[in-house]
């Protein structure tokens, strides 16, 4: 039973490790500011940043949502490789519309790994 419990834990250690190490989106390059939107009722401001990987690898495009009530607290809602412009609409206060992806706010994230 104690080594079951301890190969487990380690099997857990490990999946959080990968996690953290490539999925984690609070992990992602800061990137060159491209653009912002402000939400309808000023609640939230969308900011999208262009980042290089460097010779081997596309540009990507991290959007960044800005908490405006909440002394600017951010969060990472959007990361699509191969992407180098970024269209920002607010269809309304909780919804916008990335790049052709629509995102109900706060809790919806777009991550172009996580996708099929």
């Known amino acids: 039973m104690i080594t079951f419990a301890i190969g ?13 190490a490539f999925f984690d989106m ?8 491209l653009t912002e939107e402000i939400s309808p009722d000023g609640t939230y401001t969308l900011k999208a ?6 010779a081997t690898t596309s540009y990507a495009i991290r959007g ?5 009530d909440r002394n600017n ?24 519309e990335i790049n052709g992806y629509t995102l109900n706010v706060p809790d919806d ?8």
């Open 64 to 68: 960044e949502l800005v908490f405006n």
């Open 49 to 54: 940043y262009i980042t290089n990987g460097g």
């Open 73 to 96: 607290k951010t969060k990472n809602i959007y990361w699509n490789y191969r992407e180098e412009t970024a269209n920002i609409l607010w269809k309304d206060n909780d919804t916008v």
């Open 109 to 116: 994230k777009f991550d172009f790994r996580n996708e099929k």
């Open 8 to 20: 487990l834990m380690f099997v857990v250690l490990i999946g959080y490790g990968v996690y953290w």
């Open 26 to 33: 609070s992990r992602l390059p800061t990137g060159e500011y």
